[in-house]
């Protein structure tokens, strides 16, 4: 007969032993965990989780996702409205970011893993999920820092003086309406605001931010300014559109020749680089403001 002690110490040994092994695999797994593998379906997300140090986390990105330079390489999962199921699946994601959109396929999305629709309209959005995006991704420090930088610059109320600015998308050649404007409620909008600006559109818009010409006479802005997403605009376009604009005689931007025209890919952009484009925009609005009629 086996000694009942000898028994219960193999036991024990035995049981000390697999807890030391699983304990050893799920070390591994937690790390692996605490890295992430995250699927990023919105262009400003992606950018931001590579300011702040996350980048490395990332394994998948809308087909839209072209900034910074690095997000290349990672594989394309669609778009939040329509995305590619079987791609995200064979990813395998521990998290799938989009924007909370009416618009984004959120039950599709939720099928597929955990998924955060993160609000990306206003600079009080992009402030609030740039330090969401530190929580999810255990950068908090580095995702604080650059939303306390963002809040100095874009959480500023409209000046009660300043140019009046219509701030608009750059038209296609030979097509001005309808007007595609930054309303007051986006950040692109809010923009203006450390810029020394007020804007034109004085009011809250929702759905898509358009108006026709015959409003645009109405308001009758101090300046327009169009906004390009191209880095390789040529003066030869900037002038033609300006032309465009000229031929609208009735306005006041018009007779006092304070049109202007800024592109790059970074007045599209999030983080440090919209902070870039507050300050060419404030720039253009002081040498528009010294131009002679």
Same mark, same amino acid.
């Given at each position: 007969?086996?000694?009942?002690?000898?028994?219960?110490?193999?036991?024990?040994?035995?049981?000390?032993?697999?807890?030391?092994?699983?304990?050893?695999?799920?070390?591994?797994?937690?790390?692996?965990?605490?890295?992430?593998?995250?699927?990023?379906?919105?262009?400003?997300?992606?950018?931001?989780?590579?300011?702040?140090?996350?980048?490395?986390?990332?394994?998948?990105?809308?087909?839209?996702?072209?900034?910074?330079?690095?997000?290349?390489?990672?594989?394309?999962?669609?778009?939040?409205?329509?995305?590619?199921?079987? #791609?995200?699946?064979?990813?395998?994601?521990?998290?799938?970011?989009?924007?909370?959109?009416?618009?984004?396929?959120?039950?599709?999305?939720?099928?597929?893993?955990?998924?955060?629709?993160?609000?990306?309209?206003?600079?009080?959005?992009?402030?609030?999920?740039?330090?969401?995006?530190?929580?999810?991704?255990?950068? #908090?420090?580095?995702?604080?820092?650059?939303?306390?930088?963002?809040?100095?610059?874009?959480?500023?109320?409209?000046?009660?003086?300043?140019?009046? #600015?219509?701030?608009?998308?750059?038209?296609?050649?030979?097509?001005?309406?309808? #007007?595609?404007?930054?309303?007051?409620?986006?950040?692109?909008?809010?923009?203006?605001?450390?810029?020394?600006?007020?804007?034109?559109?004085?009011?809250?818009?929702?759905?898509?931010?358009?108006?026709?010409?015959?409003?645009?006479?109405?308001?009758?802005?101090?300046?327009?300014?169009?906004?390009?997403?191209?880095?390789?605009?040529?003066?030869?376009?900037?002038?033609?559109?300006?032309?465009?604009?000229?031929?609208?005689?009735?306005?006041?931007?018009?007779?006092?020749?304070?049109?202007?025209?800024?592109?790059?890919?970074?007045?599209?952009?999030?983080?440090?680089?919209?902070?870039?484009?507050?300050?060419?925009?404030?720039?253009?609005?002081?040498?528009?403001?010294?131009?002679?009629?």
């Amino acid at each position: 007969m086996k000694n009942p002690l000898i028994t219960v110490l193999t036991v024990a040994v035995l049981a000390v032993g697999a807890s030391i092994g699983l304990s050893l695999l799920w070390r591994t797994d937690d790390t692996e965990a605490s890295r992430g593998r995250v699927v990023s379906l919105m262009p400003p997300v992606t950018e931001t989780l590579y300011e702040i140090g996350a980048g490395d986390q990332l394994v998948g990105r809308s087909d839209w996702c072209n900034y910074p330079p690095e997000a290349d390489g990672l594989t394309q999962c669609g778009s939040a409205l329509t995305p590619n199921h079987e #791609v995200i699946v064979r990813l395998n994601p521990t998290l799938i970011l989009a924007n909370n959109s009416n618009a984004t396929a959120r039950d599709d999305l939720r099928g597929l893993g955990h998924a955060e629709f993160l609000p990306w309209l206003s600079a009080e959005d992009m402030i609030a999920s740039t330090r969401r995006l530190g929580q999810l991704t255990g950068h #908090v420090e580095e995702a604080n820092e650059l939303a306390d930088e963002m809040s100095v610059v874009l959480l500023q109320p409209q000046p009660a003086t300043g140019p009046r #600015v219509l701030l608009v998308m750059l038209p296609e050649p030979g097509k001005l309406e309808p #007007v595609s404007f930054m309303r007051r409620n986006s950040v692109h909008g809010q923009m203006l605001y450390p810029a020394g600006a007020r804007n034109a559109v004085d009011e809250d818009v929702s759905g898509v931010p358009e108006i026709s010409m015959e409003r645009v006479i109405e308001l009758d802005p101090d300046m327009i300014i169009m906004l390009g997403i191209r880095d390789d605009l040529q003066e030869s376009e900037r002038r033609q559109m300006i032309e465009q604009w000229s031929r609208i005689n009735p306005l006041t931007a018009v007779k006092e020749k304070r049109i202007g025209v800024l592109s790059g890919r970074h007045f599209y952009g999030a983080g440090r680089r919209l902070l870039r484009a507050v300050k060419e925009l404030g720039a253009e609005i002081e040498r528009l403001g010294h131009e002679q009629p």
